[in-house]
Structure formats: structure tokens, C-alpha cells
Nanobody
Framework: VQLVESGGGLVQPGGSLRLSCAASGFTFSNYGMSWYRQAPGKVRESVGS????????IYADSVKGRFTNSRDNNKNTVYLQMNSLKFDDTAVYYC?????????WGQGTQVTVSS
């Protein structure tokens, strides 16, 4: 199992970014995918998740209405569209898949919201 995040960067408050997580090594279309983030000095927290077929999504209250999960099962990729970014969204963002009692994580991508 391999997960590779990309799309992070530096953005001003109110701006947007789209993160991608490319997956391999498992049958992507069979599994829900999740996004997490970890800010400096804080515990890793859930951002949201999307079901295997993309028909159901869940979001943390802190990002609801601003972030959108989506996926392309033909490309084995899950996306996180982040709009109206705030200073507090600064963190390393990770994607995760849970397969047979094991969590698999990507290496993370840094998102920095700064003026």
C-alpha cells in the first residue's frame, strides 16, 4: 500500500488549494479514504472522509462548508478541495486508508496559510 499526497503550499487567508492523494497497492475503489492534519504542537486530527464509491462524505466541524472531499476511482486518487483557508488550517495534511485492521498513511503535504 502506498499513498502519496501532493498539492500543498503557501496560500493567503481566504485562498484555496486542492490536495491530491494518489493510491496504489490495493483495490482503491473498495475502500473509504480519510484526510487528517497535524499542526505544530498539536495532535493529529480528522478532517474528513469519503466512502469507497464517493457517495458519502463526512467533515470535521472546523472545515465543514469550506472543504470538499472527492475521488476518481479510475485514477486511484482522492482529492481535498480547500476553500476560504484560515490561519488555523496551517498543518501537514495526510491521507489514510484502513485495510484489514491496519492504518496506512501517506507522507503528508504541508499547507501554510499566511499573509
Amino acid at each position: 500500500v502506498q499513498l502519496v499526497e501532493s498539492g500543498g503550499g503557501l496560500v493567503q487567508p481566504g485562498g484555496s488549494l486542492r490536495l491530491s492523494c494518489a493510491a496504489s497497492g490495493f483495490t482503491f475503489s473498495n475502500y473509504g479514504m480519510s484526510w487528517y492534519r497535524q499542526a505544530p504542537g498539536k495532535v493529529r486530527e480528522s478532517v474528513g472522509s469519503i466512502s469507497a464509491r464517493g457517495t458519502s462524505t463526512i467533515y470535521a466541524d472546523s472545515v465543514k462548508g469550506r472543504f470538499t472531499n472527492s475521488r476518481d476511482n479510475n485514477k486511484n486518487t482522492v482529492y481535498l478541495q480547500m476553500n476560504s483557508l484560515k490561519f488555523d488550517d496551517t498543518a501537514v495534511y495526510y491521507c489514510k486508508v484502513y485495510i484489514r485492521s491496519t492504518d496506512y498513511w501517506g507522507q503528508g503535504t504541508q499547507v501554510t496559510v499566511s499573509s
